[in-house]
């Protein structure tokens, strides 16, 4: 056994950390198989991550911080110019809304941008696989929900610490996504009725 004098939870046994296996990656390695594919990934990251990545950051706080040079990123890349917008409501229903990360200038609000400012190992897994994560797959399908006239959102991942691949793009048209934009639209009606219900139940009393 090689023995190496360092300090843990220093900078320098962080990055010892980053480019081996060690116990708690083990654990996902001997586990599932989305388990095993998370270690995957992680490991990816951990190599084309330069420094170290704070995990105790919040990730709100990180993509609120980050957010803006993500745009720009984009803008940059794409040569498109990103108009923010605070709050959009649906023409058909006000209740039904969000809050966009941005329109594309000049397309008549055709075209959107939704960034996300990940941790490497999501942002790698993001890259590689070039599919829209779960988690946040409705946000997207919300945005196409609010308004009928976009065609086009880039989902965009920024991780300025993977300098390999900082910057990865989804396109994600309306018609790909036209039945779960019908489904999401009829479901949010259906519980927003459920809740006025409700609350004229609770006025009358």
Request: hydrophobic content about 35%.
């Given at each position: 056994?090689?023995k190496i004098d360092v300090e843990q939870r220093s900078p320098e046994w962080d990055q010892l950390r980053k480019t081996r296996i060690t116990?708690?990656?083990?654990?996902?390695?001997?586990?599932?198989?989305?388990?095993?594919?998370?270690?995957?990934?992680?490991?990816?990251?951990?190599?084309?991550?330069?420094?170290?990545?704070?995990?105790?950051?919040?990730?709100?706080?990180?993509?609120?911080?980050?957010?803006?040079?993500?745009?720009?990123?984009?803008?940059?890349?794409?040569?498109?110019?990103?108009?923010?917008?605070?709050?959009?409501?649906?023409?058909?229903?006000?209740?039904?809304?969000?809050?966009?990360?941005?329109?594309?200038?000049?397309?008549?609000?055709?075209?959107?941008?939704?960034?996300?400012?990940?941790?490497?190992?999501?942002?790698?897994?993001?890259?590689?696989?070039?599919?829209?994560?779960?988690?946040?797959?409705?946000?997207?399908?919300?945005?196409?929900?609010?308004?009928?006239?976009?065609?086009?959102?880039?989902?965009?991942?920024?991780?300025?610490?993977?300098?390999?691949?900082?910057?990865?793009?989804?396109?994600?048209?309306?018609?790909?996504?036209?039945?779960?934009?019908?489904?999401?639209?009829?479901?949010?009606?259906?519980?927003?009725?459920?809740?006025?219900?409700?609350?004229?139940?609770?006025?009358?009393?």
């Open positions: 056994m090689k116990g708690t990656m083990v654990k996902n390695i001997m586990g599932t198989p989305r388990a095993r594919k998370e270690a995957f990934y992680e490991a990816i990251a951990n190599r084309l991550t330069v420094g170290v990545e704070e995990d105790y950051e919040n990730p709100m706080d990180r993509g609120t911080r980050l957010e803006p040079d993500a745009i720009a990123t984009f803008e940059l890349e794409t040569g498109k110019s990103v108009e923010r917008v605070g709050f959009c409501e649906s023409d058909d229903n006000e209740a039904i809304a969000m809050s966009p990360d941005g329109y594309v200038k000049d397309t008549n609000y055709t075209e959107a941008v939704e960034a996300k400012c990940m941790g490497g190992k999501n942002h790698v897994k993001l890259w590689l696989e070039n599919e829209i994560p779960d988690e946040y797959y409705w946000q997207v399908v919300q945005y196409f929900v609010v308004n009928d006239d976009l065609q086009t959102l880039y989902f965009i991942g920024y991780n300025p610490d993977i300098p390999a691949h900082p910057l990865h793009i989804i396109e994600v048209k309306r018609d790909v996504v036209s039945s779960s934009i019908e489904k999401s639209r009829a479901e949010q009606e259906a519980f927003l009725e459920e809740v006025n219900r409700k609350l004229k139940e609770i006025i009358s009393f």
